[in-house]
């Protein structure tokens, strides 16, 4: 079955580096998302790695993902205060249309 | 090109009435994606359509919901007879002319049932 899950709530300083994890548990996953929602507003793809990737570099965005451990990381270098919001895991998996299984998301508060 | 549209942007309704929530895709795209966020939770797959066609409609409560998106016009989320339990944030996605194009999301339809 499909399941993903991250821990709720994550606080780092101003200029510091955030790491937030996700767990998933469907081994046939295909493509893994991070998506960030602001207050009141919808999701925004912030970046995506494929199954057979391990990482991925996106200016100050690093994606890790552990198959083995079924485990993605997302760092965030020099975090800003722009960068509060809830983050969200997503996989889509063969055979289910490309529909996203979203985790139940994780806020980041950001401290000066 | 403006982006995925959703109205209204919030959306009271008494308990037994009827909730209906629209979603314009954007420009070009055939694919859309119904999501629905419950407080304090993530977003959980509804139910996925092309143009007059339901393709996966798996994440849909079996009674009282119905969702079509027709040649012309912008895709419809109803909700028959809304209960308390419905109150939520309806976010909809659409996508290219791949199911493996990016979803774009719009900034989702608030429900309140009094």
């Known amino acids: 079955g499909e399941d993903v899950e991250q821990s709720l709530f994550l606080s780092v300083r101003e200029g510091d580096s955030s790491v937030i994890n996700c767990t998933y548990t469907d081994s046939s996953s295909t493509y893994l998302y991070w998506y960030k929602q602001e207050p009141g507003a919808g999701l925004q793809l912030l970046t995506y790695?494929?199954?057979?990737?391990d990482m991925k570099q996106d200016q100050r965005l690093t994606v890790l993902l552990n198959k083995k451990d079924k485990h993605l990381s997302l760092r965030i270098a020099d975090t800003q205060t722009g960068d509060s919001a809830i983050y969200f895991c997503a996989e889509t998996t063969t055979g289910t249309a490309s529909k996203l299984t979203f985790g139940t998301g994780t806020r980041l508060q950001v401290t000066l | 090109n403006a982006g995925v549209m959703q109205n209204p942007r919030h959306l009271v309704r008494r308990r037994g009435q009827e909730a209906r929530l629209r979603c314009s895709p954007m420009k070009g795209h055939s694919h859309v994606y119904w999501y629905r966020q419950l407080p304090e939770e993530g977003l959980k797959f509804m139910v996925y359509?092309?143009?007059?066609?339901?393709?996966?409609e798996s994440g849909m409560p079996k009674e009282r919901f119905s969702a079509e998106f027709p040649k012309e016009g912008p895709s419809i989320l109803r909700i028959q007879q809304v209960v308390r339990g419905d109150s939520a944030a309806y976010f909809c996605a659409s996508a290219g002319t791949s199911a493996r194009d990016e979803q774009f999301f719009g900034p989702g339809t608030r429900l309140t049932v009094l």
């Open positions: 359509l092309q143009k007059e066609n339901i393709i996966d």
């Open positions: 790695i494929f199954s057979n990737m």
